[in-house]
């Protein structure tokens, strides 16, 4: 039997047809191994740049490790960020270095040497220990953007006893007697907050106008009317030099630990290396962050990105006021018109109020029985924050907080204190529940990519508004906040500033609410100026810094963990002044 192949040896036919049709059929159910090919177009992104010369099959390490049975998100956010680092090395690195060399292991080695480093041990122990980020959304924030509303407002009433004039004679008699002068920041605001909480990650700005006399009995400062506090760069210098020393170990010091045989757990580089990583850390991705996060026109784009843009103009904004008005004053024309108006709101008042009631039980029944030490009372940071925010502390020229609204916040602080234990279970339930899950992780990967990556290539920046862009931001801010806030929100019981001069005014200025431009620009007030959004910036990220590193934080002795250490505390106390007074 003569075969109808080329060959010159016949094949061989299978015993019997049944054979042949089990071999054909465990080729299909087996797939095939994978193999490296020269195209690497069916393989992610993150793999041709990153894992260039690994086998497709072969598992890559995770950059937050979980446990056994975690949720099968965490795999998905490993290689969203795994994307994410890879868009940025191409975007960085490979652009300018292809032109030099078309080895594709700088990449790689970048990724594997440092950046992996320094990202999976925070985020993995912020995976496994998430208590630190909610203790510092519950208590932390809220304290810091108190502290910061206290002291602005502070700097502020100085400004009504100290006005800049006689601020600039002083100055002029400081400078006269060798003192170390700053003068600029505005006004004078910045300068006087800085008096009131002098922090050492803030520094005068080196771009200002300098003025550096040398004459003798001159100041050596630095002095001029563009003069702005911001963010030291030696501060950011220090942070970014602290976490790679701590996270990435030098050559030298992993030769002299493995000839003492001690175990090498990450690869070392060197100090040439380390210097290269930290300006670039500090200066490109720090620098550049809080650079903008200390620019008002920065939050008004946030503002009106997550808000969107105002639909209404300032006229057709008018007119329609107007129109409300005259629909108000139709309901209003009939006694049945009203009653039918007044029962209609009363049961949409009614009906939400008792949805509201049903989920915040729903949401008790499913929150922990126990009550853990440290978050008891974590309600009482962000009631002080809505307290300074709301104005019911200040008391500037003459300004008197109403009776009603006095009436109206001791009884939200009554409700407060009743409800104080629940509270304490709820909060925290809250933030594990619907903040701090794999979904959110998703949403912030997702939204950095699409800022920072929009087609897979980063954008060019945007040069900053100028002054008249600054302006119209705001005015379009004011006009959405005016659009999104409720009605009901309206009537906000905002402290008055100013002398509030006959009952008229007084009755107009509450009726006007937040909705009146005053108001709102009393909401957006807090970010207004530069140099005080400095030094917020500057607490946020040393207490940010402490969250997710806590070994770069220097222990104190005031700082106490729970009862036993203050009980170890108040004995070590006693038993001092024991000894001292046998000693006596």
């Not at 992610?44 to 950059?63: A, K, N, V």
């Not at 519950?138 to 002291?151: E, Y």
């Not at 029962?343 to 949401?363: C, G, H, P």
Request: glycine share 6%.
């Amino acid at each position: 039997m003569s075969s109808s192949a080329p060959s010159s040896k016949p094949t061989r036919p299978p015993k019997n047809g049944l054979s042949g049709i089990t071999s054909s059929s465990n080729s299909a159910a087996q797939p095939p191994n994978l193999t490296r090919t020269k195209s690497t177009v069916h393989l992610p992104l993150y793999r041709r740049i990153l894992f260039p010369h690994d086998d497709p099959s072969s598992t890559i390490p995770q950059i937050v490790r979980g446990q056994r049975g975690d949720s099968p998100e965490l795999e998905v956010i490993n290689e969203r960020l795994y994307n994410l680092i890879a868009l940025a090395l191409r975007a960085y690195v490979q652009s300018w270095y292809i032109r030099f060399s078309p080895n594709r292991t700088l990449s790689p080695s970048i990724n594997r040497t440092i950046i992996q480093p320094i990202i999976s041990p925070i985020l993995t122990d912020i995976y496994l220990h998430p208590d630190r980020l909610c203790r510092f959304l519950l208590i932390d924030l809220p304290t810091i953007l108190t502290l910061h509303l206290k002291t602005l407002d502070e700097a502020r009433s100085s400004l009504e006893y100290l006005p800049a004039d006689q601020e600039k004679s002083n100055i002029a008699s400081a400078s006269n007697s060798n003192d170390h002068v700053v003068s600029g920041s505005g006004n004078g605001l910045g300068r006087r907050y800085h008096s009131r909480l002098p922090l050492l990650s803030i520094s005068v700005s080196s771009h200002a106008s300098t003025d550096t006399v040398d004459t003798p009995g001159a100041g050596g400062g630095i002095r001029g009317e563009d003069g702005e506090y911001v963010v030291s760069p030696l501060y950011l210098k220090a942070l970014s030099s602290s976490m790679i020393n701590h996270y990435i170990p030098s050559t030298s010091s992993q030769h002299i630990e493995a000839g003492q045989g001690g175990r090498k757990d990450a690869e070392g580089i060197t100090d040439l290396e380390k210097i290269m990583t930290r300006e670039i850390l500090a200066n490109l991705v720090l620098g550049s962050t809080v650079k903008r996060l200390v620019q008002r026109w920065f939050w008004y784009q946030i503002i009106l990105k997550l808000l969107g843009e105002p639909v209404l103009k300032i006229s057709t904004r008018t007119n329609s006021q107007n129109a409300m008005k005259e629909r108000e004053a139709a309901k209003r024309g009939s006694l049945d018109e009203m009653v039918v108006y007044w029962f209609n709101t009363t049961l949409q008042i009614l009906y939400t109020l008792w949805n509201i009631i049903i989920n915040i039980v729903a949401l008790y029944s499913a929150s922990p029985k126990e009550v853990f030490p440290k978050y008891q009372r974590s309600w009482e940071p962000t009631m002080l924050f809505l307290k300074e925010y709301l104005g019911l502390n200040r008391h500037r020229n003459g300004a008197k907080i109403t009776w009603s609204t006095r009436l109206l916040w001791g009884t939200f602080e009554l409700m407060l204190g009743l409800c104080g234990h629940w509270l304490d279970r709820l909060l925290p339930h809250l933030i594990f529940r619907y903040i701090l899950t794999p979904q959110t992780s998703l949403k912030v990967i997702d939204i950095l990519e699409k800022v920072l990556f929009p087609d897979g290539y980063p954008v060019p920046s945007p040069p900053d508004p100028t002054e008249v862009e600054v302006v119209d931001l705001k005015e379009r801010t004011m006009r959405r906040l005016d659009e999104v806030i409720p009605t009901p929100m309206k009537r906000v019981p905002f402290a008055e500033d100013g002398n509030v001069n006959g009952k008229e005014d007084g009755v107009q200025t509450r009726r006007a609410g937040v909705g009146s431009e005053v108001e709102l620009e009393r909401l957006l007030d807090p970010i207004e100026n530069t140099s005080c959004n400095a030094h917020l910036v500057a607490m946020l990220l040393n207490c940010l810094g402490a969250t997710l590193i806590p070994d770069l934080v220097v222990p104190s002795q005031n700082d106490l963990g729970g009862e036993d250490d203050v009980d170890d505390a108040c004995t070590e106390m006693k038993e001092k002044e024991k000894g001292v007074r046998l000693d006596e």
